[in-house]
RNA sequence: GGCUGAGUGGCAGAGUGGUUAUGCAGCGGACUGCAACUCCGUUAACAUCGGUUCGAUUCCGUUCUCAGCCUCCA
């Protein structure tokens, strides 16, 4: 049995299906217009190792995560690379899809992109408009947040509250601080969209209400995303599906809410104002997919990770002793739900307790260390992605050991030192086994 | 100001009302030309102040500190 913490009810829950046959997840997925970072990474994994689980212990799994494909961070870096969105959002859609391969993320069932749902956008602001739940002001359609009276449910926000503290100017057009864009105007050639309330595009928010409900229906059992997600945008995903639906229960919506921590660097927010933005792809430059993998897993998904270097070798230690292990093994990796390996990841998906109970049966092996291993290798051990050596640096490499022996059977060990020395520089580690020296990245 | 969440050994990180994980690093040793790898051994912690209890790091409350959100954001 599953155990999940569940962000609207802010406990840890156990997890009952609407069909125990038919599970249904929506995961808020990328806006394509830049290569993904690290704390992207750390987001699509915790959301593909829920997937991972849900589909080792039940029959079907219908996992989406949406795209979005029009927005003003997309509209900016066509206009900075002088090409369309469509340019935009396809290159970095086939670098999202790259990324999450090199990671061993399982590419989700379903990826609806907001573009092609623009008809069926603007049908539902039709109705919530109809219901009195939005209104227009010169070619923008907000939502009228005070017209659902569980708003900010999710976040635990109160509107009264809000007003206190408030750090945002009031838009003219809106009539509450809280009210959210459904359509806004496109003006001096940005894209759009023939609607009727003149040329625009849709607001970010309404992507994930109107699609989740076509592609999986309404209620579905999770709905997850970063932290960061909860307020406003998942709060307002909530106030419309309700609004829309004459509902005021979130749960009619989405049952269980599953939000994933953030990833600090030097105890601070990884932010491109900071200037201390990691991309995932240089890192792949230096470390094995299953390693930058086992880093990010190595904290439970709900807490922040401190980022630095010494997690990133730390897990590379990690990985490479249980590859050590398992190099001789045949193994199918699969989800065993009978180990203990299991059993962590259906608490709450306990991924560094997990990492811990592998580490002891390598120490101490269990009759059922396969059934084990297994189950780690299909959680933690997705990715083929290995470190990039060109060939000249491994010949370059190679003539630097064999030199090295030559000094070493001639007694010149101060130049078989220097020759270490200089390899040791280039990331290279050697090692002398049974009179034999071989290396590693 | 409001809302979340968190404070565990040098670092990372689970967990538990009493026997106090795990890894990395460190230290000692075996191995090695020296290292690395591997193996054996080992040090070390539960923010603060109260309360409950035979007993709390674990439960309750106080204080302090930190992070995230409240504005695009994973």
Redesign the pocket.
């Given at each position: 049995m599953l155990k999940i913490y569940n962000?609207l009810t802010?406990?840890k829950e156990s997890f009952e299906p609407l069909d125990q046959n038919h599970i249904k997840y929506y995961s808020?997925?990328?806006?394509v217009y830049?290569r993904?970072?690290?704390?992207?990474a750390?987001?699509?994994i915790c959301a593909d190792l829920l997937a991972k689980v849900l589909k080792g212990i039940y029959p079907k799994v219908t996992y989406v995560s949406n795209i979005?494909d029009i927005?003003?961070?997309i509209i900016e870096a066509a206009k900075e690379e002088k090409v369309s969105i469509k340019d935009i959002s396809n290159k970095y859609f086939n670098i999202y899809l790259e990324d999450l391969e090199s990671l061993g993320i399982n590419k989700p069932d379903l990826q609806p992109f907001a573009t092609d749902y623009i008809n069926e956008m603007i049908d539902y602001i039709e109705k919530l408009i109809d219901s009195n739940n939005a209104y227009i002001h010169e070619g923008n359609v907000l939502f009228d947040t005070t017209k659902f009276k569980n708003y900010?449910c999710l976040?635990?926000?109160?509107l009264d509250?809000?007003k206190?503290?408030?750090?945002?100017n009031l838009e003219t057009y809106k009539r509450n601080?809280?009210d959210?864009t459904l359509w806004k105007p496109s003006n001096n050639g940005e894209p759009g969209w023939e609607s009727p309330w003149g040329f625009g595009r849709p607001g970010?928010h309404l992507e994930c209400s109107v699609m989740s409900e076509l592609t999986l229906n309404i209620p579905f059992d999770i709905h997850g995303?970063?932290?960061?997600?909860?307020?406003?945008?998942h709060d307002n995903e909530i106030a419309q599906t309700c609004a829309y639906h004459g509902s005021s229960e979130p749960q009619d919506f989405a049952r269980y809410w599953f939000?994933?921590?953030?990833?600090?660097l030097d105890?601070?927010?990884?932010?491109?104002s900071l200037g201390n933005v990691v991309y995932l792809e240089d890192l792949l430059d230096v470390y094995d997919g299953n390693q930058i993998r086992l880093a990010l897993l190595?904290?439970?998904y709900?807490?922040?990770?401190?980022w630095?270097k010494?997690?990133l070798?730390?897990a590379k230690?990690?990985s490479?002793?249980i590859n050590?292990f398992t190099k001789d093994l045949n193994l199918t990796p699969k989800f065993n739900v009978d180990t203990l390996i299991a059993q962590?990841l259906l608490?709450?998906l306990?991924?560094?307790?997990a990492?811990?109970?592998?580490?002891?049966l390598?120490?101490s092996p269990s009759n059922n260390i396969e059934s084990e291993l297994e189950t780690f290798q299909y959680i933690f051990e997705g990715s083929k992605h290995k470190v990039r050596l060109d060939d000249n640096k491994i010949s370059e490499i190679e003539k630097l050991i064999k030199e090295?022996d030559i000094?070493?059977k001639n007694g010149n060990?101060?130049q078989?030192?220097e020759i270490?020395d200089k390899l040791t520089k280039m990331n290279v580690?050697?090692?002398?086994?049974n009179g034999k020296?071989v290396w590693k990245i």
């Open positions: 962000s802010k406990q808020c997925g990328p806006t830049n993904i970072h690290i704390g992207n750390r987001a699509f979005t927005d003003d961070k900010g976040s635990g926000r109160n509250e809000q206190a503290g408030e750090r945002v601080v809280n959210f970010w995303g970063g932290n960061d997600l909860k307020f406003p945008h939000h994933n921590g953030f990833l600090n105890n601070e927010k990884m932010s491109k190595s904290t439970h709900r807490q922040p990770i401190p630095n010494t997690l070798e730390q230690t990690v490479k002793k050590k962590d608490d709450d306990n991924t560094p307790k990492i811990a109970t592998i580490q002891k390598i120490q090295r000094a070493r060990y101060d078989a030192d270490r580690i050697i090692e002398d086994i020296t």
